[in-house]
């Protein structure tokens, strides 16, 4: 079984000038693109596992004198199948393919999932797929299934004269890594797992909107992000973390929570920039998560909060130098 390891930035290709660039298609491509080896799944997160499956891809195709493919769906299947457990999303649709960008895939196929697309029967979804590719070889998790009633299988798809490769589980600490464990790490703060789990440290990004300005009159000028609807927020607290800004990357004070010493109602992802000075308003800017630092505090005065504010500073100056 494969093991935790440090996520590769290169799987195929290691010098940019050879580089392919990643073709994304919003629906089945519309046109013909040739010889592929594919791999089908939700990948939110592109945690270690989703990264060694795509290590597989990018050999079978090697292998096959193929295109390494991959698609994916946008919303996620349990979103339509069981709506009531409808999980938050690790990774936005923009993050997920900037991130499969750099991992040797040629094509993205993100596939809308809805009733229609889950009624079909696994050779239905397979004659869709032909119509615009040429099937060389499937690569699929030990769990993977497809079509309606999840009654396509491995064994269908050998069964039904296709080339299959089945990647065992990825172990970490004796764990076989999914999504839902990451989803949960992160919903309880624990982002520093979770970063391990992920390969990289976890990350919100949004534009920066306008706000009251509580944290300039405290003298800590704070940036608050709008969040994108369904992505994971992580547990309510303070954070040690960084932020990519326009002007660059910066060790960052964040907040996940409602500021309750002045009553608020509205949930804010902010980020204090340490060292930072200008106008990030209506600016692109990620949050990288570190480390948890401590609950949503309500303090019994604004003389209390700023010294709490003060030691976060401090704090995350030195976890996240370090």
């Known amino acids: 079984m494969p093991t935790l390891s440090a ?26 693109i040739g010889p592929v080896a594919l791999t089908v799944g939700s990948f939110d997160g592109v945690h270690l596992g989703h990264v060694d499956v795509i290590r597989h891809v990018v050999a079978a195709a ?24 409808c999980p938050p999303s690790i990774t936005t649709l923009q993050e997920k393919l900037a991130l499969i ?27 869709r797929l032909s119509g615009v590719m040429d099937l060389r070889r ?51 703060g624990d982002v520093d797992k979770a970063s391990r789990l ?7 990004a949004g534009p920066v909107e306008a706000g009251e300005r509580v944290g300039r009159q405290l003298g800590f000028p704070t940036a608050n992000i709008g969040v994108e609807p369904n992505k994971l927020i992580p547990a309510l607290g303070a954070y040690a973390g960084r932020a990519r800004a326009p002007e660059g990357d910066f060790v960052a004070a964040l907040s996940v929570g409602y ?29 990288r998560f570190v480390r ?7 303090f019994p005065s604004t003389r209390e909060l700023v010294q709490q504010l003060k030691k976060d500073v401090a704090d995350t100056r030195r976890i996240v130098a370090t």
């Open 259 to 287: 500021r309750p010493t002045f009553g608020g109602t509205q949930l804010r992802v902010e980020a204090f920039l340490l060292d930072f000075e200008g106008d990030l308003y209506q600016q692109r800017l990620e949050l």
């Open 62 to 85: 090697a292998a096959t004198e193929s295109q390494p493919a991959l698609i994916t769906f946008e919303p996620h299947p349990r979103c339509v199948l069981d709506p009531g457990n």
């Open 198 to 204: 992920l390969g990289r440290e976890y990350s919100m």
């Open 7 to 32: 996520a590769p930035s290169c799987l195929r290709r290691c010098s940019a000038e050879e580089a392919i660039p990643l073709k994304v298609h919003l629906g089945l491509p519309t046109g013909h």
């Open 138 to 188: 499937w690569v699929i998790g030990y769990d993977f299934a497809f079509g309606r009633g999840r009654t396509g299988s491995a064994l269908w798809l050998r069964e039904h004269g296709h080339q299959v490769d089945v990647v065992p589980p990825f172990v970490v600490d004796g764990h076989e890594l999914h999504s839902s464990e990451v989803r949960r790490l992160i919903a309880s």
């Open 101 to 127: 960008e750099s991992t040797g895939i040629e094509h993205a196929i993100v596939l809308r999932f809805d009733r229609e697309l889950a009624s079909l029967s696994p050779q239905d979804f397979i004659d």
């Open 292 to 298: 948890y630092l401590h609950p949503d505090i309500k």
